[in-house]
C-alpha cells in the first residue's frame, strides 16, 4: 500500500508544480509592464491574441484587421430579420443601399449615383452606379425591388420603415396582410440602372433612410436557388457589394470576421484589411481585452469608465459619442394599475418626475457620458435641415415642468394626495435585467430617490427580461416602466409619434385630441409642405407630453469606446447605422 | 440482462416523450412573447402567430411538431436567430459544449480521484487536510471566477492563453475554460472518493484482505476502489450532464458559442424562444436519460449483487 | 482486533464474490446483532453522539464558526450605522450630489483599488467599504449572509427530508416501485429549471418564497441519486436480510436499519448541495427570478463585485469569505455527525 501511496503522492505533486510553476512565472513576468503593450503592438485583431507561432490563417496574423467589440450576439445576416443594432452594423459592412452616411450622418451616394425628385415630392428616381455583388453579377435595380418587396410580405420587426415611416405607395396594405400581391408595392426598376419609388405622402428624410438596412438590395437570382431558410447563415450563404466581404460567421457566434472588398465600386476609399468582431459580454472584461490588445474598439461603462478616465494610459484612448437613445419612465395611467389608476393623477406623475436628480443618476452610476434629459425628444440626434440646430439643444427649456426640485415636487405631492384623497402609495416599477449594468443600479437609485422625496411612496422593483417587460407594457399589467427608445430616422417624431392615442408604444395609454392632432398635420396634414411650421409645431407637441409628465426622461445614454492609438476614422452615430468603417484607417 | 436493458431502454424512450409532451405546454404558458416587438403592429403580429400554427389546438401542434422532429427538422427560432434552422445554430453549440465540458469531465474526473485515493490513503495527514479544504474552496468559487482569475493571469498578464475563445485553435482555447469549469467536479469528486474510500477501508472484507497479506494496488483496485465507485458514479453522472450542457457565465466571459448561453438566450433574451426553448429541452432530456440508463447499467457492472437485485426487480 | 473479525469478513468477501448463502452466514451474523444490540442498549445512543461529537476538535471549530456567522448575520446590520439599502451621499464641491461609491475598505497592510472621493466622506468608516451604489457591505454582507443561511437550511430540509426518504424507498422496493420513482426523477431534472421557474413566477410573486418554492421541486434529486445508490449497495446485506427474517417491517429496516449506514455519503451530498443552491439562487437573480434587488444574498453579491472584478476587487471578497467560512464550518460539523454517528470510525 505504501508503494501505491507514493506513487499517487509523487504524481499530485508533479500535477501542482506544474501549476505553480505557472504562477511563479506570473509573477516575473507581470514585472514588466511591457509585455501587455508589445502584444497589443503586434496583435492580431482577432481573438487569436499574441501567440502569433501558433495562429492559424493567414488573415488573423495580418496584423491589421482591427479587433472590435460587440455587446450582443450577431443575430442574422438577413436585412428582413435583424432587429438589433450590431446585427445591422455588420450587414452594413457588407451591403450598400442607395445611399450612405457621411461623417455627419447625413446621406450622400452609394449605390444611387444620383436622385431626381418629382414636384409633388411623391416620386423619386434612383440612378444606380455600376457596382457588382461578390459573385460578379451586377447591381440591378431589381434587386432593390425584389428585397423591399420580400420585407413588405413578410412583414417583420422592421417592415414599418416600408409603410410608417417611409410611406411608400401600397406599402400599408401588403404589411397588414390586406393585399397579398406584393408586387403592388410602390417601387419599380424602370430598367436595370433606374429604380422608381412612389411615395403616398411627401417625406422630407427619405433618402437619409436609404442608408438604413431595411432598405439594402438582395441579389434575387443568388437569393432563390439558395435552399431554404439558409441565406446570410455563412459567408457562402451571403452575397456583398459593400466595402467589406463576409469571412467567418455562423449563427450564434461570438466572433466573426469580415475582409476588404477589393471589387468594392469604391475599393480605394476603405484602408482596413478587415475587422474582426469579438462579442463581449461584460464591461470588466472589455476593459481587460482591450489592455490586452485583443481589442482595439472597445465599449465600457459604468465603473470601467471611471477607472479608465483615472488611468493615464487610457484616459486619452477614451472616446464618448452618443448613442441615440433615451431611458425614460413611463406610466400606466389606466384603472387596472397603480392602485386604481392612481398615475393618471398629473400632480402625482409631475411628483415623481421632480423628485429623481437625473444629474446625480449621470454622474455616479451611468458615468459613460451619457446626458441627463429633460426633454422628450433626446438631443443629438435630430438637427433642423434649414437652422442646423438640435432640435433639442435647450435641455431648460420646459423647466416648468420638469427638473430636479423637491420642493417642487412636495408641492405637486401634496396637490396630488389631496385630489387622490390618500397619503400611502405602493407601485411597482419594472425594469429589464439584460439591458446593460447600469440599468438595475439606475433602478435602485430611482427607488431611493423616490423614497425620499416623496413620503409615502413606496415604489417597488420587479426585474424581468426585455421581453417580459415589453410583454407587461404592451398589455398594460405595470404601474411604472423603465424603459427606452432609440431613434430609427433622424427627425424628432421617431419619439413624438409615439405618444398618439393607441400608438402601440403609447404605454401610458394618453390621449389627447390636441397632440393627436398636431401630430397628424406634421405627418400627413397641413405641415408636411412647411418645414418651419412643421418643426416649431413639434415642440408644441412635446411641451404637452411633459406639462402632464406622461413620460419621465431620465437621460441620453452615450456611448464610451476605447479606440487603440492609431486606430481613426471610425464614423460614430447616434442614428441609423452606430459605427461605420469605410473611411477608418489602422496604423 | 439484455431483456432488463431494452426494457430499460423503451422507458426511457416513453420518459422523453412524456417530457417532450409537458415542456410543449410549459412553454406556451411561460411568460414573456415569441414575437417581441416594438415596431410590429397586433395585426402583423396575430398573423405570424397564425403562420406558426400557435393558434391550432395543443394537441395538433404536439403532433405536428413531432412528427416534424422525428423527421430532424426542429423548425426555426421566432426571436433568435431567427433565419437559421435550429440544427445548424444548435449543431454549432452543441460541437463546442461537448467538447469544452468533455475536456473539463476528463481533468475533473482524473484529478479529483487522484487527489481523493492520496488523501484516504494518508487519512489524518496534511495532504488529507489539504484535500479538504481544496475541495471545499472547490464548491465555493463559482467557476466563472475561478475563469476569470486564469483568464487575467495567463491570458492578459501573461499572454499565453487566447484571451478568447478561438474556434480555429479548438483545444488550445479550450484549455482555460475547461479548466475552470472542472474545478466543481473535481473538488465533488475528490471529497467523495476519499470518504468512500474511507469508509470501505475500515470494512471488514478490506482488513481481512489486507490480514491475507494482500496490499499496494491490487488491494486498492480490487477491494476498495471498486466498491467506493458507486456512489462516485451517482455523483458523476448529473456533473456530466451539467458540464456537456454548457455554462452561461463561462460561455459569456471567454466567448464560447455553447449551449448554457443559448439556453438562456432562447428564454431569456430578447423573447421567449419556442422552438429553442424545445429543442434545447429535449436534448437536455435525452442526455439525462440517456446517462441516467448508462449509470444503471454499470452499476451491474460494477457491482454482482446489485446485478442481482436489478434482475430480481426487473422481473417482478 | 484482527481475530473477531476475519470471520465475518472472510464470510462477507466470500459472498461478494460468488453469492452462495450458507448456514454459516446465519450463525456469525445473528451473534454480531445480539453484540451490537447490547451495544446500544447499555447506553443513551444520542448522548454516545453528543460525546463524540463534541471530542472532535474540528467539528467544534465548526460549530463556533457557524455560530459566529449566524450571530453576525443576526446581529452584524445592527452595528452598523447604515441601512442595507442606504445609499450614502454628500454634496460635493460643486454642488453636486457625490454618493460614497466603490469606497475600498481600510486594510492595515494598505489600501485596495476603489474610487479616490478625496476627503468627502472622511468622517465615515466602512469597515468592508462600499459596493458600486454607495451602500455599506458591511451592512449588505451579512444581510446576504442572512438569505444564504435560509438557503443553507432549507437545502439541508429538502435534502433530509425529501431526498433522502425518496433515493431509499425508491432503492430498497426496487422494482416496479423504483422503476416510476426514478422516471419521475426523470421528469423533474429533465425540463430546464428556468422554464419551471419562469412558469411559477406567473402564480407567485417573485423574491425568496420563490427561490424556495424552486429548490424545494429540483434540489432534491442529487440527494435522492445518492441515498438510492447507497440502498442499493446495502440492502443485499447481511444485517438486512437478518432483520427481514426477524420479521423487521420495511420502514423499520429502511430507516433504522439502513439510514445510519448511509450517513457519510449523505452528509459529504448535503456539504455540496449547499453551495450549489446558494449559487442556484444567484443564477435565479441573474435571470431576473431570484431576490429582488436592493435585497441581497450572498450569491448575489457575489454576482454584483465580478462585474467588477478588476476595477473594484475589494468587493468580492467579503461575500466569497464568508461563504467559504460557512462551507468550511458546515463541512466540519458534517464530519462531526458522520464520525459520531458512525461508531465504526471511531479513533481511526
Known amino acids: 500500500m505504501k508503494k501505491l501511496t507514493g506513487f499517487l503522492l509523487a504524481a499530485f505533486v508533479v500535477l501542482t508544480l506544474v501549476a505553480c510553476g505557472g504562477a511563479g512565472g506570473t ?32 488573415t488573423t496574423a495580418d496584423g491589421k484587421y482591427i479587433g472590435v467589440m460587440l455587446s450582443t450576439n450577431v443575430m442574422s445576416l438577413d436585412t428582413d430579420l435583424a432587429t438589433d443594432g450590431d446585427s445591422f452594423e455588420v450587414i452594413a459592412d457588407c451591403i450598400d443601399g442607395l445611399m450612405q452616411m457621411d461623417e455627419e450622418g447625413a446621406a450622400i451616394p452609394a449605390i ?51 409603410d410608417e415611416i417611409g410611406n411608400i405607395k401600397g406599402a400599408a396594405a401588403i404589411v397588414s396582410g390586406d393585399q397579398s400581391d406584393e408586387t403592388t408595392l410602390g417601387v419599380e426598376a424602370v430598367d436595370d440602372k433606374t429604380l422608381k419609388v412612389e411615395l403616398e405622402v411627401p417625406v422630407s428624410f427619405f433618402p437619409s ?17 439558395l435552399e431554404d431558410g439558409t441565406y446570410g447563415t455563412s459567408p457562402d450563404t451571403f452575397l456583398s457589394n459593400g466595402a467589406f466581404l463576409l469571412e467567418d460567421y455562423t449563427p450564434g457566434t461570438a466572433s466573426l470576421a469580415v475582409t476588404k472588398n477589393p471589387d468594392y465600386w469604391d475599393a480605394e476609399r476603405v484602408k482596413l484589411p478587415g475587422i474582426s468582431y469579438q462579442v463581449v459580454g461584460s464591461s470588466d472584461n472589455a476593459l481587460t481585452a482591450f489592455k490586452n490588445g485583443t481589442l482595439d474598439v472597445a465599449m465600457i461603462s459604468g465603473n470601467q469608465v471611471a477607472s479608465a478616465e483615472s488611468d493615464s494610459d487610457l484616459s486619452n484612448k477614451l472616446n464618448v459619442t452618443g448613442a441615440g437613445y433615451m431611458w425614460y419612465l413611463t406610466f400606466s395611467q389606466t384603472e387596472n394599475n397603480a392602485q386604481n389608476g392612481m398615475l393618471a393623477n398629473a400632480n402625482l406623475r409631475l411628483a415623481i418626475s421632480n423628485s429623481i436628480d437625473r444629474e446625480a443618476l449621470v454622474d455616479n452610476y451611468v458615468m459613460d457620458g451619457s446626458l441627463a434629459t429633460f426633454t422628450a425628444v433626446p438631443p443629438q440626434f435630430a438637427a433642423s435641415a434649414s437652422t442646423g440646430e438640435d432640435f433639442s439643444a435647450d435641455q431648460s427649456k420646459f423647466s416648468d415642468y420638469i427638473g430636479y426640485n423637491v420642493d417642487k415636487a412636495k408641492e405637486y405631492y401634496e396637490t396630488a394626495k389631496s385630489e387622490l384623497g390618500t397619503d400611502s402609495f405602493t407601485f411597482t416599477m419594472i425594469y429589464g435585467n439584460n439591458e446593460g449594468d447600469e440599468v438595475a443600479k439606475v433602478a435602485q437609485a430611482i427607488k431611493s430617490q423616490v423614497e425620499e422625496n416623496l413620503p409615502g411612496v413606496t415604489l417597488n422593483l420587479q426585474p424581468m427580461t426585455k421581453a417580459e417587460r415589453l410583454d407587461k407594457m404592451q398589455n398594460d399589467n405595470y404601474d411604472v416602466a423603465l424603459t427606452r427608445w432609440g431613434p430609427d430616422y433622424a427627425d424628432p417624431m421617431t419619439y413624438l409619434g409615439m405618444w398618439v392615442t393607441n400608438n402601440s408604444n403609447n404605454y401610458g395609454f394618453w390621449s389627447n385630441e390636441e397632440y393627436d392632432k398636431i401630430i397628424a398635420d406634421c405627418v400627413t396634414g397641413a405641415y408636411i409642405t412647411d418645414y418651419d411650421a412643421r418643426w416649431s409645431a413639434m ?14 426622461p431620465l437621460y441620453t445614454k452615450a456611448n464610451a469606446n476605447l479606440i487603440s492609438e492609431g486606430v481613426a476614422g471610425i464614423e460614430f452615430h447616434p442614428v441609423g447605422l452606430n459605427r461605420v468603417y469605410k473611411n477608418a484607417t489602422n496604423g | 440482462m439484455t431483456k432488463y436493458v431494452l426494457k430499460r431502454i423503451a422507458m426511457a424512450l416513453g420518459t422523453l416523450l412524456l417530457i417532450t409532451f409537458l415542456l410543449f405546454v410549459l412553454v406556451r404558458i411561460m411568460p414573456g412573447n415569441p414575437f417581441p416587438s416594438e415596431r410590429m403592429s397586433a395585426e402583423q403580429i396575430a398573423n405570424k402567430r397564425a403562420e406558426m400554427g400557435l393558434d391550432d389546438p395543443i394537441l395538433t401542434q404536439v403532433v405536428n411538431y413531432m412528427s416534424k422532429v422525428l423527421r430532424g427538422d426542429f423548425g426555426k427560432g ?158 458523476l453522472a448529473p456533473l456530466i450532464v451539467d458540464l456537456l450542457t454548457g455554462a452561461l457565465v463561462v460561455e459569456k466571459i471567454y466567448g464560447i458559442n455553447g449551449i448554457g448561453k443559448l439556453m438562456v438566450d432562447a428564454i431569456a433574451g430578447e423573447g421567449v424562444d419556442y422552438n429553442y426553448v424545445l429543442a434545447l429541452g429535449i436534448l437536455y432530456s435525452a442526455l439525462y436519460i440517456g446517462i441516467m440508463l448508462v449509470v444503471d447499467i454499470l452499476y451491474g457492472v460494477l457491482d454482482p449483487r446489485i446485478r442481482v437485485a436489478a434482475k430480481e426487480g426487473g422481473d417482478a | 482486533m484482527a481475530d ?91 454642488g453636486k450630489q457625490v454618493v460614497a461609491r466603490g469606497i475600498a475598505p481600510q486594510l492595515p497592510f494598505g489600501q485596495l483599488a476603489g474610487v479616490d472621493h478625496g476627503d468627502l466622506f472622511a468622517d465615515k468608516s466602512f469597515l468592508f467599504g462600499t459596493d458600486d451604489l454607495g451602500r455599506d457591505l458591511w451592512t449588505r454582507t451579512w444581510q446576504g449572509a442572512r438569505i444564504s443561511l435560509i438557503i443553507a437550511f432549507v437545502t439541508i430540509f429538502i435534502d433530509m427530508i425529501i431526498g433522502m426518504s425518496y433515493g431509499l424507498i425508491s432503492g430498497y422496493f426496487g422494482g416496479a416501485v423504483d422503476n416510476i420513482m426514478q422516471r419521475i426523477v426523470e421528469i423533474a431534472n429533465s425540463i430546464p429549471r428556468l422554464v419551471i421557474v419562469s412558469v411559477l413566477a406567473i402564480f407567485m410573486p417573485k423574491g425568496m418564497g420563490l427561490v424556495i418554492v424552486a429548490l424545494l421541486l429540483t434540489e432534491w434529486i442529487g440527494m435522492s441519486k445518492i441515498a438510492r445508490a447507497e440502498m442499493l449497495k446495502l440492502k443485499e446485506q447481511e444485517y438486512v436480510l437478518a432483520s427481514r427474517t426477524l420479521g423487521a417491517g420495511s420502514f423499520h429496516i429502511i430507516f433504522k436499519q439502513i439510514l445510519p449506514n448511509t450517513i457519510g455519503p449523505i452528509i459529504t451530498q448535503m456539504m455540496f448541495s449547499i453551495p450549489t443552491a446558494i449559487f442556484t439562487e444567484a443564477f435565479l437573480s441573474f435571470v431576473g427570478v431570484g431576490i429582488v434587488l436592493p435585497d441581497c444574498s450572498i450569491g448575489s453579491l457575489i454576482e454584483a463585485g465580478f462585474n467588477n472584478i478588476t476595477t473594484l476587487p475589494y468587493q468580492i471578497l467579503p461575500p466569497i469569505i464568508v461563504l467559504a467560512l460557512q462551507m468550511l464550518g458546515f463541512n466540519f460539523i458534517g464530519d462531526g455527525f458522520r464520525e459520531a454517528l458512525a461508531p465504526k470510525l471511531e479513533d481511526m
Request: glycine share 6%; aromatic share 14%; proline share 4%.
Open chain 1, 209 to 225: 433612410l436609404m442608408y438604413f438596412p431595411t432598405f439594402y438590395p438582395i441579389n434575387e437570382k443568388f437569393y432563390t436557388e
Open chain 3, 4 to 94: 473477531t473479525t476475519t470471520p465475518i469478513a472472510a464470510q462477507v468477501a466470500l459472498r461478494t464474490d460468488s453469492y452462495t448463502p450458507t448456514p454459516a452466514d446465519f450463525e456469525f451474523l445473528t451473534n454480531r446483532d445480539i453484540t451490537m444490540d447490547q451495544n446500544f442498549a447499555s447506553q443513551s445512543y444520542w448522548k454516545g453522539v453528543a460525546i463524540h461529537f463534541f471530542k472532535n476538535k474540528r467539528a467544534v471549530v465548526g460549530l463556533v464558526i457557524v455560530a459566529v456567522i449566524i450571530l453576525l448575520a443576526i446581529f452584524g446590520p445592527l452595528l452598523s450605522s447604515y441601512g442595507y439599502t442606504e445609499i450614502v451621499s454628500a454634496t460635493g464641491a460643486d
Open chain 1, 539 to 552: 415642440y408644441d407637441a412635446e411641451e404637452l407630453v411633459l406639462k402632464e409628465a406622461v413620460i419621465a
Open chain 2, 78 to 235: 421566432t426571436s433568435l436567430y431567427n433565419g437559421a434552422p435550429i440544427k445548424t445554430v444548435l449543431g454549432q453549440c452543441i460541437s463546442n459544449s461537448f467538447r469544452i465540458g468533455g475536456l473539463a469531465i476528463l481533468i475533473g474526473t482524473a484529478v479529483g480521484l487522484l487527489l481523493g485515493i492520496t488523501a484516504a490513503l494518508n487519512k489524518g495527514t496534511f495532504i488529507d487536510g489539504f484535500a479538504t479544504v481544496f475541495s471545499i474552496i472547490g464548491v465555493c468559487v463559482p467557476s466563472y471566477i475561478f475563469l476569470i482569475f486564469l483568464q487575467y493571469f495567463f491570458s492578459y498578464r501573461i499572454p499565453f492563453f487566447p484571451y478568447f475563445f478561438d474556434n480555429s485553435r479548438f483545444l488550445f482555447s479550450s484549455i482555460v475554460p475547461s479548466l475552470s469549469l472542472s474545478l466543481f467536479t473535481m473538488s465533488t469528486i475528490a471529497r467523495f472518493t476519499r470518504n468512500e474510500m474511507v469508509e470501505v477501508m475500515d470494512s471488514d472484507y478490506v482488513r481481512l484482505a489486507e490480514s491475507k497479506g494482500l496490499q499496494g494496488g491490487a488491494l486498492v483496485r480490487k477491494h476498495v476502489l471498486r466498491n467506493a465507485l458507486i456512489p462516485i458514479v451517482t455523483v
Open chain 1, 27 to 58: 509573477a516575473t513576468d507581470s514585472s514588466s509592464t511591457d509585455t501587455s503593450s508589445e502584444a497589443s503592438a503586434s496583435a492580431s485583431a482577432s481573438s487569436s491574441a499574441a501567440t502569433s507561432e501558433t495562429s492559424g490563417s493567414a
Open chain 1, 112 to 162: 444611387a449615383e444620383s436622385y431626381d425628385l418629382s414636384d409633388d415630392g411623391l416620386t423619386y428616381t434612383f440612378h444606380l452606379r455600376d457596382a457588382k455583388w461578390s459573385n460578379g453579377d451586377p447591381v440591378t435595380a431589381n434587386d432593390f425591388v425584389f428585397a423591399w418587396r420580400r420585407i413588405c410580405k413578410n412583414a417583420g420587426e422592421y417592415a414599418y420603415m416600408m
